[in-house]
């Protein structure tokens, strides 16, 4: 695709319910990376994906959270059972080489838990 | 443990004047790279100027270039002949070489003032 995208644009979810968050990453970048942006804040790293290497999920703020990438390509960050806190922008980058380069951002999902 | 500094939480400039936001980093390392991402009102993050650590000369990017001073671990964005477009947040970020983490500052608003 041209970008990176991302959906959906806006979740509003009550406390205790799951979400899944999907990124698409632009055609043939073989790195792909989560982050979280909350209010007045920086991007957290989540975790990041590497070809079919293992995963990197060291930022990863509890249990609750865990991500997938199928077939190298699209990606679903699951967050179960939601708390207030996990309220936030999740932005999604996509890079065509792992290191030091450029990353591609998606326009994030906006996630307000009730 | 490196760490990305914007002590700036918020500039405002005068549109067609000059600017220069701050960033500072700490680390070890000799081989990294720096970056200025711009994140607009729309979420989406969009590389603005990357500096390479080897290189002594400032990169520059139309109306946008960098003072990089290795020694004092500085690396400033000066914005020139600023336009309303220019309004956005402004996220310094640093990877050290060879790997795909990256330390992102906290973000300095930029306000444009017609």
């Known amino acids: 695709g041209a970008g990176v995208s991302q959906s959906p644009s806006n979740k509003v979810t009550e406390k205790g319910k799951d979400v899944e968050l999907r990124c698409d990453p632009i055609s043939g970048h073989t790195a792909l990376y989560w982050y979280r942006q909350s209010l007045g804040q920086g991007l957290e790293f989540l975790i990041y994906f590497q070809g079919n290497s293992a995963p990197d999920k060291s930022g990863l703020p509890s249990d609750r959270f865990s991500a997938e990438r199928t077939g190298g390509s699209v990606s679903t960050l699951t967050i179960q059972r939601t708390q207030q806190e996990d309220s936030a922008v999740y932005l999604c980058?996509?890079?065509?080489?792992?290191?030091?380069?450029?990353?591609?951002f998606g326009p994030g999902t906006r996630l307000t838990v009730t | 443990a490196q760490t990305v500094t914007q002590s700036q939480p918020e500039m405002s400039v005068q549109e067609a004047e000059t600017v220069t936001l701050s960033c500072t980093y700490d680390t070890s390392e000799s081989d990294y790279y720096l970056f200025w991402y711009k994140q607009p009102p729309s979420r989406q993050m969009i590389l603005v100027i990357r500096?390479?650590?080897?290189?002594?000369q400032n990169a520059t990017e139309n109306r946008f270039s960098v003072n990089f001073q290795k020694a004092a671990k500085s690396f400033s964005l000066k914005i020139s002949d600023s336009q309303l477009g220019d309004a956005a947040m402004y996220f310094c970020a640093y990877s050290t070489g060879g790997t795909y983490k990256y330390i992102f500052g906290t973000g300095t608003r930029l306000k444009v003032l017609a």
């Open positions: 980058a996509s890079s065509s080489l792992a290191f030091s380069y450029e990353q591609y």
């Open positions: 500096q390479e650590a080897y290189k002594q």
